[in-house]
């Protein structure tokens, strides 16, 4: 078995855990939200939120997967320019995400944190 074999064969291995990430997070956020009663907020919202974090993070490992393919298997200056604008738009999709999650921008999270209880304002939802 050649090199780019194999790192062909770990990218579809990263692949698949990304989408079966995604696949399963949004299933237990769909069947876990339904039945829990929080307040005013509406199924929707808590499923939203739930699916949130494991689509950020299937999000992460397809990175990887396609990191892995450019730079092993399919090497030109093609793949490579891809590569750049794949990644920007899962980075942009990333971030509005979390943002959407968290309700601050990520590297104002510490700031949140190290603020007193008793004056930090409640992120928006």
Do not use: C
């Not at 090199?3 to 995604?22: H, N, Q, R």
């Not at 494991?54 to 490579?80: N, Q």
């Not at 590297?107 to 603020?115: D, L, S, T």
């Amino acid at each position: 078995m050649h090199f780019t074999d194999t790192m062909e064969w770990v990218a579809k291995v990263f692949e698949a855990v990304g989408v079966s990430i995604i696949a399963l997070g949004g299933a237990v956020a769909l069947a876990t939200s339904f039945p829990r009663q929080q307040g005013d907020r509406s199924y929707f919202d808590r499923a939203r939120r739930s699916f949130g974090r494991p689509l950020l993070l299937g999000l992460e490992v397809l990175v990887a997967a396609d990191i892995i393919k450019t730079v092993t298997v399919h090497v030109s200056l093609e793949s490579v320019a891809a590569l750049g604008v794949l990644v920007l738009v899962r980075t942009l999709l990333s971030l509005t995400l979390n943002i959407e999650l968290e309700g601050m921008l990520p590297w104002r999270r510490a700031e949140f944190e190290a603020a007193p209880p008793e004056t930090r304002r409640a992120p928006s939802a």
